[in-house]
């Protein structure tokens, strides 16, 4: 029974995207999702065998490269007729892409695992799921801006495209910030067991997935201009960021493992209290 779950959701999650994309009216942005998707399950072979999810938010950022990249070649005669516009949503999705990446593989190596995959690796079922829908999240947060650089006009420099791209280097300064800051505190051996409440991690007790959620908005807004009819669509990718790191994979399991750890530490409490979950107190 739970099998035929995952295989429903897996199922499920390629619908979705599949018919988002569909629904732009452009070709291109179906062709490149379809692809986002086929690099998560030929990776998924290779990590079932060796049961193995060290290479799996490698392979993340790899798909982000490869659908931004190959969306721009086919957007520009294989890279002859340049939008400046189209180049810079690109490198923006790319540094991001490479940085994330690199710091999460670097984190898994150096904590020797990854505690989300103990129980689902043995799977091979809720294995491909969990593969499955990182596609669905490289599809979904990607997908304004696939279609916008897939568009006759292109991604449009105007307002819009100022005021989101001032937010996604806000965002991205942001969860930079609060990761370093976090690494940092946990190199000290001493800090091992403890929660981090310095920095920004003492206006927000989650201001990395903060940032993560306004970068992603950026992109959106500097997409807009682009779309039209039901390429509006697209613009789901802020709201489904917020709604995976709230209430999927980041926020509601952090929380629930720390307070496990931490539930009868009054000093947690009051600082859990006193502390918003997402949003950055910026006030006193």
Request: hydrophobic share 50%; net charge positive.
């Amino acid at each position: 029974m739970k099998a035929t779950t995952n295989i429903f959701i897996s199922l499920a999650a390629f619908f979705i995207a599949i018919t988002i994309a569909g629904a732009t009216g452009i070709d291109q942005v179906l062709k490149v999702v379809i692809l986002a998707f086929l690099i998560q399950w030929i990776a998924f072979i290779p990590a079932y065998v060796l049961q193995t999810e060290k290479f799996y938010d490698l392979t993340g950022s790899f798909t982000y490269l490869s659908v931004v990249w190959y969306s721009l070649a086919l957007s520009s005669q294989n890279l002859t007729v340049l939008n400046k516009a189209n180049v810079i949503v690109v490198v923006l999705i790319s540094i991001w892409a490479v940085r994330l990446g690199s710091f999460l593989f670097m984190r898994i190596h150096r904590d020797g695992e990854d505690k989300r995959f103990r129980t689902i690796k043995p799977s091979a079922t809720q294995f491909f799921m969990t593969w499955t829908l990182q596609g669905l999240w490289v599809s979904l947060c990607s997908m304004c801006a696939l279609t916008a650089i897939a568009s006759e006009t292109g991604v449009l420099i105007n307002n819009l495209f100022y005021f989101g791209f001032t937010l996604f280097i806000f965002g991205f300064a942001i969860e930079v910030i609060a990761d370093n800051q976090k690494s940092k505190f946990r190199s000290v051996p001493e800090n091992r067991d403890k929660y981090i409440t310095s920095g920004l991690w003492a206006k927000s007790r989650h201001p990395n997935f903060f940032g993560e959620i306004m970068l992603w908005t950026g992109i959106a807004i500097i997409s807009l201009s682009s779309l039209e009819g039901m390429q509006y669509l697209t613009l789901i990718s802020p709201l489904f960021t917020y709604l995976l790191l709230v209430y999927v994979s980041g926020v509601r399991m952090l929380e629930a493992r720390a307070d496990k750890k931490w539930g009868d530490d009054e000093l947690y409490m009051k600082y859990k209290k006193e502390t918003p979950v997402l949003m950055i107190k910026f006030w006193k």
